[in-house]
């Protein structure tokens, strides 16, 4: 799984012990299992991310734990994603991506509401008002001529 344009990081015994210790330690929920690997196998990141299981996303400086757990949860794929990003070689960098796609999706949605109130407030143009009148006229239906659209 190992890509092959990303040069490989190698890692000592001990290195690899002590990584599994602080996953062991941290007492990580089944759901970072295949998040842990591909973080591993893609971003050479074998030591789990700085946070305790006890801090949430909701904290005014959330841990990088807390808002991986919540990309674990809500967007796995965008978090897929960040973990195979071109050059990323830590936890801070995959939080990173993640917070500039949200800020981006949130600027987006921002952008379509804001279209979507203005289609709303469009009066109809006089183009759909001829084609209506022509049609009710085809139908035999006639409007009063004192109300104008």
């Known amino acids: 799984m190992t890509?092959?344009?990303?040069p490989r990081r190698?890692?000592?015994?001990?290195?690899?012990?002590?990584?599994?210790?602080a996953?062991?330690?941290g007492e990580f929920s089944h759901e970072w299992r295949d998040?842990?690997?591909?973080?591993?196998?893609?971003a050479g990141l074998i030591f789990p991310p700085d946070g305790t299981k006890w801090d949430s996303w909701g904290d005014d400086e959330p841990s990088e734990r807390?808002?991986?757990?919540?990309?674990?949860?809500d967007t796995p794929s965008a978090l897929r994603d960040?973990?195979?990003?071109?050059g990323v070689r830590s936890w801070a960098a995959v939080v990173a991506i993640l917070i500039r796609g949200r800020d981006e999706?949130?600027?987006?949605v921002a952008r379509q509401d804001l279209d979507w109130i203005e289609v709303k407030e469009r009066r109809p143009s006089t183009r759909i008002v001829s084609v209506l009148t022509?049609?009710?006229d085809s139908l035999g239906v006639h409007r009063p001529t004192d109300t104008q659209p």
């Open 134 to 136: 022509t049609i009710a």
């Open 35 to 42: 998040f842990r690997y591909l973080a591993a196998m893609e």
């Open 10 to 21: 190698l890692f000592t015994r001990p290195q690899m012990a002590a990584a599994r210790a």
């Open 3 to 6: 890509s092959p344009t990303k």
């Open 23 to 25: 996953w062991d330690a």
């Open 82 to 86: 960040a973990i195979r990003a071109p």
């Open 66 to 73: 807390a808002l991986l757990i919540r990309a674990i949860r």
């Open 105 to 108: 999706r949130s600027i987006e």
